[in-house]
């Protein structure tokens, strides 16, 4: 159980991992939190933008999401999961041209399960 110590400031990775559990949990509202709060005390921290695309991912706010994914894509190129999840999101917002090039790219930097989505979205 996570508990609050009084006057303890948490790193940006910390509050990274603490929204990771939150969403395991499905507290997206409290995985964002988590999230912003990384942001703010770190804006280069790329995890925390995908982390918080991830929610507004799974909260049905593809624009959104695809921003955040496109900062974690700016500030770290090669993040295959990055590349994927945005390719998720311009599915559900269906520009599938768009979906296919990002799944590509995420198999390109080592993601093989990015494979199973070109194949079913992609041919």
């Known amino acids: 159980m996570l508990v609050y110590k009084a006057g303890y400031s ?11 559990y939150f969403i395991k949990m499905g507290k997206m509202d409290s995985a964002m939190a ?17 982390g918080r695309g991830i929610v507004k991912l ?3 706010k593809y624009a959104e999401a695809i921003q955040d994914f496109n900062t974690t894509i700016r500030q770290k190129f090669n993040y295959a999961d990055a590349f994927f999840a945005r390719g998720v999101a311009y599915l559900a917002v269906n520009n599938r ?27």
């Open 58 to 60: 799974a909260t049905k």
């Open 10 to 20: 948490q790193s940006a990775d910390e509050l990274y991992n603490k929204g990771n």
């Open 97 to 123: 041209k768009k979906a296919c090039l990002d799944f590509e790219e995420a198999y390109n930097f080592g993601l093989k399960d990015a494979k199973d989505m070109m194949q079913q979205y992609c041919q």
């Open 34 to 50: 988590c999230f912003n709060e990384s942001i703010v005390k770190d804006t280069t921290f790329y995890k925390s933008y995908h």
